[in-house]
């Protein structure tokens, strides 16, 4: 596709209205408005999620669903050091499910060469276009069926695979073997071709039931971005039998902001994790904590009490405690100013004159909007509330500020 000056020019001058608007107005000579708002609202989708990408005025976008499809620069990034940290052999990769090309081009700069894999003829296109306007002349784009792709080729050193989760009819599938292509029966033609493979799955995907269908994970990756759980990525080995008790599994929490620095992951296996004592407080002490999303995904809810020196607060509460200020702990971090019970007067004691909190419950019977209600309390300010059980099966209420 490409667009006249007239169009572009219209586009740079619009880059920030509303799109739905411009819709509305009578389409100026020479202006192809159909394509100036598919590119308006494409530039306006990615500025947030791929920043970098929104600074190249001669890319080009799809229509939404690629858009919401397509990994963030912040992930795509994190996918890079992956493949880096493996160490081996880079020479070249394959992107089997190539999509707008997000990955594929924080992968290629890697590589010597890449192969872009489509099988719709419109991304194809576009990503032609951009890869050329991304300064990316090495990535080949190739429109064809993953399966395809693989049966006519030879020399790879990594495939990277991100299977569509969308059935036939539009709606999200979480399980491998209903996305396309199946990854399960994929996995043997994939190391067949590299010795290497990069999968990404649905964050909504049971991790143990990964590592139990897939034969040869050499390691996994629970990705969080802003503390929500974004992607699972699982690399998997050519000769690595999986032992699904022994894969390392690292958990991290990206910031969505490109100058922030990369955090640590929190490293563990689940024997580690199974043999891992969790010893209970009596008590809230000094500091709470509450780990991110990607922590919580994976499950390292005991191993964390050996590694960070903590105890918990209740088996399924999953929030901990220390008197001892853990400042590397994986999540937020918070100075506990006092707790109670739930009667009247303790509540009274405990909250005073507060009118606004933040809240969260946390092995609670009570939804925050119920609690809320019954506390008189708006939503916001410095107050850190957390409704919890305690290991002896007390309903108290946890008064904190953030520590960091």
Same mark, same amino acid.
């Given at each position: ?13 619009? #880059? ?77 990769? #394959? ?31 576009? #990503? ?17 069926? #993953? ?40 996995? *043997? ?5 590299? *010795? ?209």
């Amino acid at each position: 596709m490409k667009l006249n000056s007239e169009t572009c020019h219209f586009i740079r001058l619009h #880059a920030r209205d509303d799109v739905h608007t411009l819709a509305l107005q009578t389409p100026q000579p020479g202006v192809d408005l159909e394509a100036a708002i598919i590119q308006i609202a494409g530039r306006q989708a990615l500025a947030g999620k791929v920043p970098s990408w929104t600074a190249h005025e001669d890319l080009l976008f799809p229509t939404r669903l690629p858009l919401e499809q397509c990994s963030s620069e912040a992930t795509a990034r994190y996918k890079a050091e992956v493949v880096r940290n493996c160490g081996g052999v880079r020479k070249r990769m #394959a992107d089997l499910t190539g999509g707008l090309g997000v990955d594929c081009a924080f992968l290629a700069q890697l590589f010597e060469q890449v192969d872009y894999v489509e099988r719709q003829e419109g991304l194809c296109n576009l #990503a032609q276009h951009n890869f050329t306007a991304l300064g990316l002349p090495h990535i080949n784009v190739h429109q064809a069926q #993953a399966e395809e792709f693989l049966s006519q080729t030879q020399g790879i050193d990594w495939i990277y695979l991100d299977p569509a989760r969308r059935d036939g009819h539009g709606g999200k599938t979480v399980a491998i073997a209903h996305c396309e292509p199946d990854a399960t029966q994929l996995e *043997p033609l994939m190391l067949d071709k590299a *010795p290497h493979v990069l999968l990404k799955l649905s964050p909504m995907l049971d991790l143990a039931q990964a590592l139990q269908e897939l034969k040869h994970v050499a390691s996994a990756h629970v990705v969080a971005v802003d503390n929500e759980c974004k992607e699972l990525l699982l690399v998997l080995e050519r000769g690595y039998n999986t032992e699904a008790g022994d894969v390392p599994i690292s958990c991290i929490n990206l910031s969505g902001r490109n100058d922030a620095p990369q955090p640590n992951a929190f490293l563990f296996t689940r024997n580690e994790e199974r043999n891992s004592p969790c010893p209970l407080a009596e008590k809230p002490q000094t500091y709470l904590y509450e780990p991110h999303a990607a922590l919580l995904k994976a499950g390292a809810f005991r191993r964390i009490t050996q590694v960070c020196r903590m105890q918990k607060l209740h088996p399924n509460s999953h929030l901990y405690t220390s008197d001892h200020l853990v400042e590397d702990f994986p999540g937020r971090i918070f100075c506990i100013q006092g707790w109670s019970g739930f009667g009247k007067k303790e509540l009274k004691t405990l909250l005073g004159p507060e009118k606004r909190a933040n809240l969260s419950v946390r092995n609670f019977p009570a939804t925050v909007a119920e609690l809320r209600k019954r506390l008189h309390l708006a939503d916001g300010g410095e107050t850190y509330l957390f409704a919890t059980t305690l290991s002896a099966g007390e309903k108290v209420l946890i008064r904190t500020v953030k520590a960091r």
